[in-house]
Nanobody
Framework: QVQLVESGGGLVQAGGSLRLSCAAS????????MGWFRQAPGKEREFVAV????????YYTDSVKGRFTISRDNAKNTVYLQMNSLKPEDTALYYC???????????????????????WGQGTQVIVSP
């Protein structure tokens, strides 16, 4: 069994920065991809960013390109989301997700779809004030 634990959320003013972390634990953790999604009140959960666990290839939704950076530390089984130039519209509950099915092939169009992940964290709240 795999557990994903997010941290790093909080309240920040517009223009500020936050760094989210997602630590994965389990007997033997390995993944194809790890992603970040977010869900604002009354809205659907949406894709934010994904990173291929082996190659480090990344992909972002358009609204965060140039502001957010996803990275990973394979030795620590941790993925990060550095969020800069935050906007009030970035306010949401941020979720970490992983696909641990190692036989699957990574490609970006697959992993922007939340249905392609088999493990999810509980979320960390990000609030950006005007």
């Amino acid at each position: 069994q795999v557990q994903l634990v997010e941290s790093g959320g909080g309240l920040v003013q517009a223009g500020g920065s936050l760094r989210l972390s997602c630590a994965a634990s389990g007997r033997t953790f390995s993944s194809v991809a790890m992603g970040w999604f977010r869900q604002a009140p009354g809205k659907e959960r949406e894709f934010v960013a994904v990173i291929a666990w082996r190659s480090g290839s990344t992909y972002y939704t358009d609204s965060v390109k140039g502001r957010f950076t996803i990275s990973r530390d394979n030795a620590k089984n941790t993925v990060y989301l550095q969020m800069n130039s935050l906007k009030p519209e970035d306010t949401a509950l941020y979720y970490c997700a992983a696909d641990t099915r190692s036989w699957r092939t990574y490609y970006t169009s697959r992993y922007s779809n939340r249905g392609e992940y088999n493990y999810w964290g509980q979320g960390t709240q990000v609030i950006v004030s005007p």
